[in-house]
C-alpha cells in the first residue's frame, strides 16, 4: 500500500484545521474515513497552490471524515505530489476525483507519472 508521508489523521472541521495547519502556504491533503481498526482509508487527494488551511476549510465533511495533510514549499511541488498521490491511491477508479489534478493555471507542467 503506497504511504501517503502526511500527518493525521484528524476530524475534518474547521477548529482541528485551525489548529493543525497553521501557514497559509502549499500544500497537500487526503480526505478519507478510518476503518474500524483505525487505518485510514482514502477516498480524495488535493492540493492547495497557495493556502492549504483555506483550501481544506472548503472541503464538504460530515462526522466521519478525516484529512491528512502536508505543506509542501512550492505549488510546483504540490502539484507532482498530488498526481503522484492520485496514480499511488487508484486514480477516479477508486477515489471520488472525477479528473487527473489540472495543473495551475498559466503553468505548462505535466504529470510526473503519466505526463499528462
Not at 21 to 45: D, I, S
Not at 59 to 72: G, H, I, N, V
Amino acid at each position: 500500500m503506497p504511504d501517503l508521508g502526511m500527518r493525521g489523521p484528524y476530524r475534518l472541521n474547521r477548529a482541528t484545521v485551525d489548529q493543525q495547519v497553521t501557514n497559509a502556504c502549499p500544500g497537500n491533503f487526503a480526505v478519507g474515513y478510518l476503518k474500524e481498526n483505525g487505518a485510514f482509508v482514502v477516498r480524495y487527494v488535493g492540493r492547495a497552490d497557495t493556502d492549504l488551511n483555506r483550501t481544506l476549510k472548503e472541503q464538504e465533511a460530515d462526522e466521519s471524515t478525516w484529512f491528512k495533510w502536508t505543506y509542501t514549499d512550492s505549488s510546483h511541488s504540490a502539484f507532482d505530489t498530488e498526481c503522484r498521490n492520485y496514480h499511488d491511491f487508484g486514480e477516479n477508479v477508486r477515489l471520488e476525483n472525477e479528473d487527473h489534478p489540472a495543473s495551475p493555471r498559466g503553468s505548462k507542467w505535466r504529470c510526473p507519472v503519466c505526463r499528462k
